[in-house]
């Protein structure tokens, strides 16, 4: 486990939280109480709240027992300091430390002070602030004067607004602050923890970043009482064993489609289905490692597939697409119609768009079987498609993407532009990104079907993309991967270098604030997304390099699964996959 996670599951630093300053008393008779009542410490430690700076999770780690008092308020440290000393500590001599401390009487003014005090009390506002220059001009001279002058003034400007505010605002505030300071702030005191604990508060942070709320048990359940705030920790303790975890998880191999090329992988955390030349699926249990059903029904090989909860749509060189449901293995729907295979499959709900090499896109109902749209426009194989329920779009071998709407059987725009085939596609509902033959990556508006931006640089064919917001992955036959803005068409990074893979890159997947990829010489490598650094090898197979490829990959956040063999048989065909998580417990 981290350092940074050990932090989580002890208790809080008691040494590094605020105690009593000289806000509470001003002459040396109060503070050498204080200094009686916190033996050991200095009176500049008293005022400072540690050396060193807590983690995140450190500051996660609070427990739910926060029994501390804050140095910005007097008010609460006199009240909670006084409250704990007379009934944890009832003996005369702490008695008589309290009594100092709250009605110890200021020492009496002289008849010059006083008469001074009155003659500044009778100006105006601007002759007072004449006066206390000059007074502040005067002093400026010896360092224990202005020094005492700013103890004395500090205090007035010392609120503690987030008690101070109602709740709504302070929680509307903290809001807007990164979650590691929202963290450390709860260890201030009391009614900051109270608030910054906030169960809303934690809810949008994640929310802001896509954090889901973690449901299972975890092992931060006896220290963390806030659900969002638990699923936070179990997320940033995801990507330390991702990045820093010295030993990799032991893998999981899933053998049992011989020596057959694994064409498809699906993957949704709690199944795996790999499809196959052999013409047939496997549905994998993650639980278990175990194969749960092995679908047979094609009479050629499996080339795509698409998974829901309940069911599995596989499109073969047989022509024909089959639906299956994935707990009992029993075959649906078989949805005839295509005249060659079926190259590519894209699922929207109940509705999956299928494409071909008769160069025909297809629209179909997996509940029903029922057939409902045919866009025919392509003069060459369809080798990719994509749908977010208004538009389907497709890249073929005739060069071209189009843009259609289905329930019309209408193509809106052809897209063209480049000069050879159309080999994979991405679609956010707004950009259509499409990679090619030709070296190039184009980046295209789906309302305008105008090219807005050429992404130039790979030096062969884009076998894989990603896209997450504005930021694109690439992965490419030349060995390199490449992370670009598709806003600006700037090319961020290229991941290459002395660690970079030896030969053409078959895959690529987005995972937290990293970039995994896979390739034909038999690594999957992790890399950093914000800089570009190679992090480390994730895979190596046994025949990396003398025949070992890996050809699928997909991740979660907390596991990622690869579908690896080779191609003269130096390596058996297998699913690898290795979980990450460290942070739920198995029931």
Known sequence: MSSESVGILSSPDRSSSPSLTDQLVHNC???????TEYPGETLHQIRSPGKRQLTIEESLGTTNDPKRICNSNLREQCDSKSTA?????????????IESISSLPPPPLSAEVTNWLDTFLAMSNEDRSRATEALIRTCSTNTLHLNHIKNQIEPYFQRDFIRDLPRELALHVLKYLPASDVARASRTCRSWY?????????????????IPLK???????????????????????????????????????????????????????????????????????????????????????????????????????????????INTGVCQHILYGHTSTVRC??????????????????????????????????????RCVCYNGKYVVSGAYDHTIRVWLPDQEKCVHTLEGHTNRVYSLVFDGKHIVS??????????????GTCLHQLTGHLSLTSGMQLRGNILVSGNADS?????????????????????????????????N?????????????????????????????????????????????????????????????????????TTICS
Not at 354 to 371: K, L, M
Not at 485 to 505: D, F, M, P, Y
Request: glycine share 8%; net charge neutral.
């Open 29 to 35: 008779y109060a503070t050498s109480q204080i200094s």
């Open 85 to 97: 000393s007379i009934t944890s500590c009832p003996s005369s001599a702490s008695s008589n430390i």
């Open 194 to 210: 109270e608030t910054c604990n906030d169960l809303l508060l934690w809810k949008r942070i994640c929310q802001r970043k896509m």
């Open 215 to 325: 449901k299972l048990r975890t092992i931060f359940d006896e220290t963390i009482d806030n659900s969002w705030k638990r699923s936070y920790a179990c997320h940033k303790h995801l990507e330390y064993v991702w990045q820093h975890e010295q030993s990799l998880p032991e893998p999981v191999i899933l053998r049992g489609h011989e020596d057959f090329v694994i064409t498809c992988l699906q993957f949704d955390g709690k199944r795996i289905v790999s499809g196959s030349d052999d013409n047939t699926l496997k549905v994998w249990s993650v639980a278990t490692g175990k194969c749960e059903q092995t679908l047979i029904g094609h009479n050629g090989g499996v080339w795509c597939s698409e998974m829901t909860d309940d069911l599995i749509v596989s499109g073969s060189t047989d022509r024909t697409i089959r639906v299956w449901n």
């Open 345 to 382: 499959l894209a699922l929207h709900g109940d509705i999956v768009v299928s494409g071909s090499r008769d160069a025909t896109v297809r629209v179909w109902n997996i509940r029903t079987g029922e057939r409902l749209h045919m866009l025919s426009g392509h003069t060459a194989a369809v």
């Open 435 to 448: 990679g090619s033959l030709d070296c190039m990556i184009r980046v295209w508006d789906v309302e305008q």
């Open 480 to 512: 390199t991967v490449k992370i670009w803005n598709i806003e600006s068409g700037k090319c961020l990074h290229t991941l290459a270098g002395r660690n970079k893979h030896a030969s053409a890159v078959t895959w690529v997947q987005l995972v937290l």
């Open 514 to 582: 990293y970039v995994v990829s896979s390739g034909d010489d038999g690594t999957v490598k992790l890399w950093d997304i914000n800089t570009g650094d190679f992090v480390r090898n994730l895979v190596t197979l046994d025949s990396m390099g003398s025949g070992g490829v890996v050809w699928r990959i997909k991740c979660t956040d907390s596991a990622l699964v690869c579908a690896a063999g080779s191609r003269n048989s130096t390596e058996d065909t297998k699913v690898i996959m290795l979980d990450f998580d460290r």
